[in-house]
C-alpha cells in the first residue's frame, strides 16, 4: 500500500508540474464583505428595483422594437440614469426597418351569439382600416392541393386557418423553482450530441410566403389562429418570414385568438351554423425613422478605467402583454445593479458599463450590432482594440425568478471564481456552476467573439407556462424579492470583476462564422 501511495503521489507532482501554473493551485479571489454588505444593505432596505419595473411595464410597455413606446421608454431610462448621477448616457443607432405598434384593437363574435374575444394582432401585420364584419369560415391550407379548394371563397371572411387541437387539464403547477436535485443535474457536463438539423426551413418559410399571398388575392378580412396557451393565456409574436422594409412582400391582417374562442368559433361552424365576427384592429407603422437603438451608461472606473465590465439585458419586448418578465426584469435588474453600485460608494477599479439593448426578440440584434461595432465581428473574427479592454459581460434574460446561479458557457477557467463569489448568496439559494452553454439570450452576441459573456441561471417561475411572450407578461407575475436580490447579486459579480486585478478568463477565440450560421432568437 505505501509502495502504491508513493508511485501515485509521483505521478500527481508529474501531472502538476506539467500544468500551467495558473491551472496547479485553487484560485484565491478577494473578497470584499464590508462592500458586499452595502450592497445588500441598500439593495433590500432601500430597493427601487419594482420601481422601476413599474414604469417600464404600466407607463411604457409594452417595449415593440421601432415602436413610439420603446423610444418613449428608451427616454424615461435615459433621464432616470442621468439624474441617478451616471456618466456617458446615451443611445447607439442601428439600422432595423419600420416600426410598428397596435393603437386599438377589438374582437367580437355576433352571431349566433354576441361575446367579446380575447384576441391580439400579430406584430407588423396590418389592421382592419375600422371595424369589419363578416362570416367566419374554415380554410386551413397545408399543402399546395388546398389552394383551388378555397379559391374564390374567402372575400371578406375571417379565415380560421389552424386545425382545431385538444386542450388538456393542468393537474401540475404551472409556476417551478428548481429542486436541489435538479440544480445538481444543471451542474453536470451536459451529453455529447449535435446540434440537429434545421429541418426544411426554407421550404416552410416559401409555403408560407405563397399563403399569404394567397390570402391577399383573395381580399380576406383577416386570418385566425390559436397560439400554445390556455386559459385565456395567448402567446403571440409576428408571422414567420414577416417584412420590416417598408417595401417588402405585404402581409393580410393576422390575429391570434386563445384556443377558448377559436374552438368556440370551429365547432359552431363545424355544425354547419354560421358565425359572424367583428374586428377593429388599428395597427399602425412607422417608416420615418428606421433606426432601432440601445442605451448605454457607465460608472467610471479609478487605475483601471479603460478596461470595461459590462452589465446587460434587452429592453424590447414583444407587444400583449407589458414586458415584464421578458424582459423589463432584466432591464430593471441592471438598472437597479448600476444604481446600487453607484448609491452604495463601493470602489470599482474598471469602468462599469450597462447596455440596454434593442432588437433582442427579432434575433439578438441590439447586442449583436453593439459588439460588432465596438469588439468585433463574428463573421471574420477581425478584433477591435476594444476586446482587449473588456473584462466580462453579465446578462439577465430569464424571467422574474431567483438567481441560483451562472451557466459558464464551456469556460472552465471561471469556475473557481465564481464559486466563491457565490459564497455570500448561499443563503439565499445561488449554489450552482454550470459548465453548460444556455442559448437565445445576449451573452451569445460576445461568446460569439471569444468574450467571457455570461447568464445566470434563474429559478422558471412562470416564464415558459404563462408570461414568455404572452398577454400574461404583466407586472403582477413580478416577484419583488427575486428581483431585489437579483440586483444585488448582479451588482456583487460585477463589483468583484472590476475590482479583481486580471480580467476574467477567456476562452479561446471562436473560428469566423458567416453571418446565415449565426444562431438568432424569437424570444
Request: proline residues 6%; charged residues 25%; without cysteine.
Amino acid at each position: 500500500m505505501q509502495f502504491r501511495r508513493t508511485v501515485a503521489l509521483s505521478a500527481l507532482i508529474a501531472v502538476l508540474i506539467a500544468l500551467p501554473l495558473s491551472a496547479q493551485w485553487p484560485i484565491t479571489e478577494k473578497l470584499d464583505l464590508d462592500a458586499v454588505y452595502r450592497i445588500k444593505e441598500e439593495g433590500l432596505q432601500r430597493s427601487k428595483v419594482m420601481e422601476l419595473e413599474s414604469y417600464l411595464t404600466d407607463v411604457y410597455g409594452p417595449r415593440l422594437t421601432g415602436s413610439p413606446n420603446m423610444k418613449e421608454a428608451g427616454d424615461w431610462a435615459i433621464k432616470t440614469m442621468k439624474d441617478w448621477g451616471l456618466a456617458n448616457v446615451h443611445t447607439e443607432a442601428w439600422p432595423f426597418g419600420r416600426g410598428w405598434q397596435s393603437q386599438r384593437f377589438t374582437a367580437n363574435a355576433l352571431t349566433p351569439r354576441a361575446y367579446p374575444l380575447i384576441a391580439y394582432p400579430k406584430a407588423w401585420t396590418p389592421g382592419t382600416n375600422g371595424p369589419v364584419a363578416g362570416d367566419a369560415v374554415i380554410a386551413v391550407i397545408n399543402e399546395d392541393k388546398d389552394f383551388a379548394a378555397f379559391k374564390g371563397t374567402l372575400r371578406g371572411k375571417f379565415v380560421l386557418g389552424m386545425a382545431m387541437r385538444d386542450v388538456v387539464p393542468h393537474f401540475d403547477p404551472q409556476g417551478h423553482r428548481y429542486t436541489d436535485a435538479e440544480l445538481a443535474d444543471l451542474a453536470k457536463q451536459p451529453p455529447a450530441g449535435g446540434r440537429g438539423g434545421r429541418g426544411n426551413f426554407g421550404g416552410g418559410q416559401e409555403f408560407n410566403r405563397r399563403k399569404a399571398d394567397f390570402f391577399i388575392a383573395e381580399g380576406v378580412a383577416a386570418v385566425l389562429d390559436f397560439s400554445r396557451g390556455d386559459g385565456g393565456t395567448v402567446f403571440v409574436q409576428a408571422p414567420q418570414g414577416v417584412s420590416r422594409d417598408p417595401k417588402g412582400p405585404a402581409q393580410p391582417a393576422q390575429v391570434t385568438l386563445t384556443v377558448e374562442h377559436y374552438g368556440r368559433i370551429w365547432r359552431t361552424l363545424e355544425k354547419k351554423i354560421p358565425v359572424t365576427l367583428q374586428i377593429d384592429a388599428d395597427n399602425r407603422f412607422f417608416d420615418t425613422d428606421l433606426n432601432a437603438f440601445n442605451i448605454v451608461a457607465e460608472l467610471p472606473g479609478t487605475d483601471k478605467a479603460d478596461e470595461i465590465v459590462m452589465l446587460g439585458a434587452h429592453f424590447d419586448s414583444w407587444h400583449t402583454g407589458t414586458g415584464a418578465t421578458d424582459n423589463a426584469a432584466g432591464s430593471a435588474v441592471m438598472m437597479e445593479a448600476m444604481r446600487l453600485l453607484k448609491t452604495s460608494g463601493v470602489k470599482l477599479r474598471r469602468t462599469v458599463r450597462i447596455g440596454l439593448w434593442g432588437g433582442e426578440e427579432e434575433g439578438l440584434l441590439g447586442s449583436k450590432e453593439y459588439v460588432k461595432a465596438h469588439f468585433g465581428d463574428p463573421a471574420t473574427m477581425v478584433l477591435k482594440p476594444e476586446h482587449a479592454k473588456i473584462a466580462g459581460y453579465f446578462n439577465v434574460d430569464n424571467g422574474t425568478g431567483l438567481i441560483r446561479g451562472v451557466y459558464l458557457q464551456g469556460n472552465e477557467a471561471v469556475a473557481p471564481i465564481f464559486q466563491q463569489w457565490m459564497e455570500p448568496f448561499k443563503n439565499v439559494g445561488m449554489t450552482t456552476v454550470a459548465i453548460r452553454n444556455t442559448g437565445g439570450t445576449d451573452h451569445l452576441s460576445y461568446d460569439a467573439v471569444g468574450l467571457p459573456g455570461f447568464q445566470f441561471i434563474q429559478d422558471e417561475v412562470e416564464y415558459d407556462s404563462r408570461t414568455h411572450h404572452s398577454n400574461m407578461d404583466t407586472y403582477e407575475r413580478i416577484q419583488a424579492n427575486d428581483m431585489m436580490r437579483n440586483a444585488v447579486i448582479v451588482a456583487t459579480f460585477v463589483m468583484n470583476t472590476a475590482n479583481r486585478d486580471e480580467k476574467l478568463p477567456r476562452k479561446p477565440l471562436p473560428k469566423p462564422t458567416p453571418a446565415a450560421g449565426r444562431g438568432t432568437s424569437q424570444q
